[in-house]
């Protein structure tokens, strides 16, 4: 599976004064100015300019109205989010990564043309509204007037008004066919909850963003954790952890790290074949691999995953899972096969690559999780990177080091840590009778950590580090012992 969210939006909109501006918001709504690193969180009521290169995004239950001097209006969705592109007197470029944008383009406006990962959309005075979702697929409904649509293949056709297109991702747009629905009030988010899951997953790693979502969620989080421990090097780490079910065959994990003012976080979105029982470890308990020769009735079908230090990011992507039985007589069992499991890492020049999950580095296909094998593996520049691994504190210490350096010189590590939470390093002797008085592994889990540290060339010299707890995986059926 590909995903791909190069979008750009066009739009050239009053012939007179060329001025874009935001003339109200709803909800939390930011900006990012061209040339900016920081996103700014806008207040209602201001009237904010709009240039080239300019980025809006709006979160859950947020909106934005931006008007043009000729009275074209666009109004963007909630989890939606554009670029300003260019600004001139014969047109105006906007570029929308994902959600949906309404327009009402005045007659005999500049050119107005809407692009999305699959389709271009060429209007003059009409109102119609675009859609883009978490996969790239693009939909247009025309309320009004008339717009020529187009897909990435060349074929193009008109949809008129009360007509609807559907253009795929990669593939052909749908004939124009009657459009079912009403005009939207654009108030609610494009998609289904799972796709609207997936997309802010990837797209959200401000601080700001991270810690509002994980305010709203820890209300109905269904396992939560807080704790402060010591890391690897020696800080005291404040520890968050929580899951929530975003669909009812959904669950998301969140992490966050809070060291002095540094913040790092995780997430993982696991999307199954059906709905979750009420008890979640009958599901995960035998995610990766299930014994017997009868397949499970909860199979995990997609995995979504980014963490981050709110600048750097890594993610991982993984599409089309199934359960796939080993033919084994004597160990028989099913595994986990992903169709395509995919690795990105991105640093803030990288963040947009591959529709917000940055330099694609490596991709297994038909890969058997519970046996680390796949059918054949690709990698950024054509070649398998050169690889560097070690133990820095010795063979039975759990502290691992691993780097891959590609043939165009990009290079990522990945340096683990299991870790007690007053930082001691885990080893095999940890593990031997009498441990803390008797204790048993079970016990002892609780008291445990995992770190991880990644750094890379894409990273500007930064790192992300990420420590999260061995109790909570354990309590959602993620870690067992038996």
Partial sequence: MRYLFSLILLAALCPGLRAAYIDSVRGNVDLKKAGAADWSRLADGEKTRLAAG???RTARASTADIYMDDGSRVKLAPLSAFKMTAENKDSVSLG????RVRSWVKKFSKKFEVRTPSAVCAVRGTDFMVSADADGNSRVE??????LAGDSRGNSALVREGQFSDIPNGGSMREPGDNPNEPSDMNSAVGDPRQIARAEIYSEISREDVMSRAQEEMQSAEY????????????RVRMEEYTIRPADNQFKYVVLNTRGDRFDFGKILFTFNAALPADLSQATANMITSPGASAPAWQLTEMNSVMSNTLDKVTEDAAGGSMVYNGSLTSPAYNLVFNNYSFYAAGPAQADENGGLGRWLWTRNNYN???????SITYLGGSAPATE?????????????????????????????????????LSAGDFSSGLGGGETVDQVTDRLNFERVYTSSLFGGRKIDVMYSAKLL?????????
């Avoid at 939560?224 to 800080?235: E, L, P, S, V």
């Avoid at 354990?474 to 038996?482: P, S, V, Y």
């Fill in 54 to 56: 300019d980025e809006l």
């Fill in 96 to 99: 929308l990564y994902f959600g």
């Fill in 142 to 147: 025309v309320y009004e007037g008339s717009v």
């Fill in 224 to 235: 939560q954790m807080r704790k402060t421990a010591i890391d690897a090097f020696g800080n």
């Fill in 369 to 375: 999780v519970a046996t680390n094998q796949h059918a």
């Fill in 389 to 425: 691994s070690s133990s820095p504190s010795g063979t039975d210490v759990f502290h691992t080091f691993a780097k891959n350096t590609y043939s165009d010189s990009t290079w990522i590590a990945a340096e683990d840590f299991v870790l007690f939470d007053d930082g001691d390093i």
């Fill in 474 to 482: 354990k309590d959602a059926g993620l870690l067992r012992f038996e």
